[in-house]
């Protein structure tokens, strides 16, 4: 069982900066890809990065290529997401997931999630 706690989230105007971290309970914390989404309002929940197991490759949707980052420090169980250079349409929940496969883009693969945390861009 993993237990998973964003954190960082909050008002940011756009151009600016946010780094989200995702804390993770457990021993096997190495085991899971680890990934984030975003669902906006009105919207499906979507992929935004993830980051396998060594931390060593990561993966991000379009949208947010060159922009953000996610990494992870395994021997804090923890996983981030340095957003930079924000837009309005940032503008979401955005959730910490685990996966012990390799469904890495796909929502409902993912074993654990963790409650959200709401980031919003503002003009």
């Known amino acids: 069982q993993v237990h998973l706690v964003e954190s960082g989230g909050g008002l940011v105007q756009a151009g600016g900066s946010l780094r989200l971290s995702c804390a993770a309970s457990g021993r096997t914390f190495q085991n899971y890809l680890m990934g984030w989404f975003r669902q906006a309002p009105g919207k499906e929940r979507e992929f935004v990065a993830a980051v396998s197991r060594s931390g060593g490759t990561p993966y991000y949707a379009d949208s947010v290529k060159d922009r953000f980052t996610i990494s992870r420090d395994n021997a804090k169980n923890t996983v981030f997401l340095q957003m930079n250079s924000l837009k309005l349409e940032d503008t979401a929940v955005y959730y910490c997931?685990?996966?012990?496969?390799?469904?890495?883009?796909?929502?409902?693969?993912?074993?654990?999630w963790g409650q959200g945390t709401q980031v919003t861009v503002s003009a």
């Open positions: 997931a685990a996966e012990s496969g390799s469904f890495i883009y796909t929502p409902r693969k993912y074993d654990y």
